[in-house]
């Protein structure tokens, strides 16, 4: 029989099998995926050719492109550390170190593009942004405010979680000057204290 001078592929590339860091890959290309098109417009084959796998790994691993989205944006911080950083200090400066925190986690890049699928998802699909409000507002922010003691931190949270969602909105997804490259330090200082004013001050001054 006459040699083709094909080398045959090995049985992992011939029948989409995974390798150990396939999930990762996944969870790679996913977290870019939203971040750059949200929800709607990242496709699961799209994030597929990316990872360098076959799409039906995809189901394999998360079930649905739902559950990707779920995994992928999972929240990119450890809520002790936030209560350590943020509620431990002075009260009259809650607002500072809230604003602090919030934008930090958006200047490290692989939290950012967590961050940008929750926000670019949220604005375009109603179930991204269901997971997107349970995740900030009731699993982030309404736990910090509830733990300062204050009244009304339902209330308290979603007016916090407005002017922080408002900020990353100019900031890091329409990107407009002079506040998209303003130092954190003058970003801080400029919104610190309406986000203390949310928090501490009666809410028939807000």
Same mark, same amino acid.
């Given at each position: 029989?006459?040699?083709?001078?094909?080398?045959?592929?090995?049985?992992?590339?011939?029948?989409?099998?995974?390798?150990?860091?396939?999930?990762?890959?996944?969870?790679? @290309?996913?977290?870019?995926?939203?971040?750059? &098109?949200?929800?709607?417009?990242?496709?699961?084959?799209?994030? @597929?050719?990316?990872?360098?796998?076959?799409?039906?790994?995809?189901?394999?691993?998360?079930?649905?492109?739902?559950?990707?989205?779920?995994?992928?944006?999972?929240?990119?911080?450890?809520?002790?550390?936030?209560?350590?950083?943020?509620?431990?200090?002075?009260?009259?400066?809650?607002?500072?170190?809230?604003?602090?925190?919030?934008?930090?986690?958006?200047?490290?890049?692989?939290?950012?593009?967590?961050?940008?699928?929750?926000?670019?998802?949220?604005?375009?699909?109603?179930?991204?942004?269901?997971?997107?409000?349970?995740?900030?507002?009731?699993?982030?922010?309404?736990?910090?405010?509830?733990?300062?003691?204050?009244?009304?931190?339902?209330?308290?949270?979603?007016?916090?979680?407005?002017?922080?969602?408002?900020? @990353?909105?100019?900031?890091?997804?329409?990107?407009?000057?002079?506040?998209?490259?303003?130092?954190?330090? &003058?970003?801080?200082?400029?919104?610190?204290?309406?986000?203390?004013?949310?928090?501490?001050?009666?809410?028939?001054?807000?």
């Amino acid at each position: 029989m006459a040699r083709t001078g094909r080398r045959p592929r090995p049985p992992a590339e011939e029948d989409g099998a995974a390798t150990p860091d396939t999930r990762d890959a996944i969870l790679a @290309a996913a977290r870019a995926g939203f971040a750059r &098109s949200g929800y709607d417009g990242a496709s699961t084959r799209a994030i @597929a050719t990316a990872a360098g796998v076959d799409a039906a790994l995809i189901n394999h691993y998360f079930g649905s492109k739902q559950r990707l989205f779920v995994a992928a944006m999972e929240l990119p911080f450890d809520a002790e550390v936030v209560r350590l950083r943020v509620v431990a200090g002075p009260r009259d400066t809650l607002g500072e170190r809230v604003v602090r925190f919030f934008l930090e986690l958006w200047e490290e890049p692989v939290r950012r593009q967590i961050l940008l699928g929750m926000v670019r998802s949220a604005m375009t699909d109603p179930e991204a942004a269901a997971m997107v409000r349970r995740v900030v507002i009731e699993g982030g922010i309404l736990p910090l405010i509830a733990e300062t003691g204050v009244t009304h931190s339902a209330l308290r949270a979603t007016l916090v979680g407005s002017q922080l969602m408002g900020l @990353a909105l100019i900031r890091y997804v329409l990107c407009v000057e002079p506040l998209a490259s303003a130092s954190i330090d &003058s970003a801080v200082a400029a919104v610190g204290p309406t986000i203390q004013r949310y928090v501490t001050d009666p809410l028939e001054s807000l």
